[in-house]
């Protein structure tokens, strides 16, 4: 008889797969809590304001001053990702009243990256735009305004 026994993987019970959440406290050394998806969203082309994507830090907002009624609004953004794990994966330019408020997604690559900021910089573009002042503006509110005038 063997003094120790060699441990094979049919010794073992099966384990759930399981990813914990947040900091383990004392006490809770035990318990395993569920990681969730809810907010997650399927791939799409198309992306709106408002979606459980990552909406990413825009610094600083160009536009021209004026535009002819019918003309394409070009608006350029730009701004940085956290790391280097970031890619800019879309945007997104709302019309609401007088206001024109765009967003930049970003995507997170798996694994590991960089700890050094990644800039970006974007061009989009809103068409059917009607005479009148807008106020272009960022949906997190990090960058300053900027106004136009549609003639």
């Known amino acids: 008889m063997p003094l120790f026994k060699r441990k094979t993987k049919k010794d073992e019970p099966e384990k759930k797969a399981t990813q914990v959440v947040g900091p383990i406290k004392r006490g809770d050394q035990g318990e395993e809590k569920e990681k969730t998806r809810k907010g997650v969203i399927p791939k799409e082309t ?3 304001i408002g979606q459980a994507k ?7 907002i160009r536009a021209p001053e004026t535009i002819a009624e019918g003309q394409i609004l070009k608006i350029q953004v730009s701004g940085h990702f956290p790391n280097l794990g970031w890619s800019l994966e879309g945007t997104a330019a709302e ?10 997604y970003g995507k997170r690559k798996e694994g590991m990256a960089g700890q050094a900021l990644k800039p970006f910089s974007a061009v989009i573009d809103v ?11 960022d949906a997190s509110n990090t960058a300053e305004p900027t106004k136009i005038i549609v003639s």
């Open 127 to 137: 068409s059917n735009l009607q005479k009148g002042e807008y106020l272009v503006k």
């Open 54 to 60: 990552k909406p990413s830090r825009i610094e600083v």
């Open 95 to 104: 019309v609401r009243e007088n206001e024109i408020i765009v967003a930049v």
């Open 46 to 48: 198309t992306m709106t």
